[in-house]
C-alpha cells in the first residue's frame, strides 16, 4: 500500500499550486484521506481532511485558501492551493485516515508511511 504526493514546487507569494496524491493497493473511498506539511525542525501539521462521507475540514491558516478534493475513480486526493504565503512553504504529506481531535487534524492510523512527500516553497 502506497500513496505518491506529487505537484509541489517554487511559486510566488499569492500564487497556486495543485497537489495530488495516488494510492495504490487500497481505495481511497474506505478512507478519510487528509494532507500534513511539516517544516524542519517543526512537528508535522495537519492540514485538511476530507471525510468518507464527504465532509472537509482545514486547519485555521488555511481555510478559504485551500480546497480538498478526491476523484475516487483514479483512486487520487488533490489539494488545491491559492493565495499562497511564504508560511505555507513545506513538505507536503498525504495519509490516509485521518481524523480530527478537537481542534487538530491527525492521523489516525499508520495505513501507509509517510513517503517522501512534496516539497511546496513560497517565496515573497
Known amino acids: 500500500v502506497q500513496l505518491q504526493a506529487s505537484g509541489g514546487g517554487l511559486v510566488q507569494a499569492g500564487g497556486s499550486l495543485n497537489l495530488s496524491c495516488a494510492a495504490s493497493?487500497?481505495?481511497?473511498?474506505?478512507?478519510?484521506m487528509g494532507w500534513f506539511r511539516q517544516v524542519p525542525g517543526k512537528e508535522r501539521e495537519g492540514v485538511s481532511c476530507s471525510s468518507s462521507s464527504g465532509r472537509s475540514y482545514y486547519v485555521d491558516s488555511v481555510k478559504g485558501r485551500f480546497t480538498i478534493s478526491r476523484d475516487n475513480a483514479k483512486n487520487t486526493v488533490y489539494l488545491k492551493m491559492n493565495s499562497l504565503k511564504p508560511e505555507d512553504t513545506a513538505r507536503y504529506y498525504c495519509a490516509a485516515d485521518c481524523t480530527l481531535r478537537g481542534d487538530t487534524i491527525v492521523r489516525a492510523h499508520a495505513i501507509t508511511d509517510w513517503g517522501q512527500g512534496t516539497l511546496v516553497t513560497v517565496s515573497s
Open positions: 493497493g487500497f481505495t481511497v473511498d474506505r478512507y478519510n
